[in-house]
């Protein structure tokens, strides 16, 4: 069994970082402008912390890769990839994901992950910390498209096919 982390690039620091920031600071100048807190202050505080705390549980942490099984582990639960159920596995480059739009993911909050599409891989999910380097697409035999990025990709596709032969 090896584990692989993600790879994370700055863009993500740096989107989380400011999404926080930007909440911390409306509910701190919330505070200070209204006298008593009530009961609609911290229903309005929960409701704008829900998304991100349900953000971040389903986050993927990193990449499990054991005999039979790809993993990819979440803070809470996992994605479990049967290698027999895996037709290609290729490096792609950031070129690859040009014009990727969102259909129902995450864009750099705690990470990339969710239900992407584009032109040229058409709909895929991603689990990844990156949309610029070591990026490698994982297709299944079912037409299911998985983007990743481990921290070293050609390592990881080399202990991938050394497994089981693609």
Do not use: C, W
Not at 2 to 29: C, E, H, K, M, P
Not at 74 to 95: A, C, F, R, Y
Not at 140 to 153: A, E, M, Q, T, Y
């Amino acid at each position: 069994m090896n584990t692989y982390q993600i790879y994370t690039d700055r863009a993500v620091y740096v989107i989380t970082s400011l999404i926080l920031l930007f909440l911390i600071g409306v509910f701190i100048t919330f505070y200070f402008l209204i006298p008593k807190i009530n009961a609609l202050f911290i229903i309005n505080l929960l409701i704008a912390f829900i998304p991100i705390v349900l953000t971040y549980i389903y986050s993927p942490q990193q990449y499990i890769l054991e005999h039979e099984v790809l993993t990819i582990e979440k803070v809470i639960g996992s994605l479990n990839i049967k290698k027999s159920d895996v037709k290609k596995i290729t490096k792609i480059e950031k070129d690859d994901l040009n014009g990727t739009i969102r259909l129902f993911a995450s864009g750099g909050m705690f990470k990339y992950f969710g239900k992407f599409s584009n032109h040229k891989l058409g709909k895929f999910e991603m689990y990844s910390g990156s949309v610029k380097q070591n990026l490698v697409l994982i297709e299944l035999k079912s037409g299911r498209k998985i983007v990743i990025s481990p921290d070293n990709p050609d390592t990881f596709i080399d202990e991938f096919r050394n497994v089981k032969s693609i």
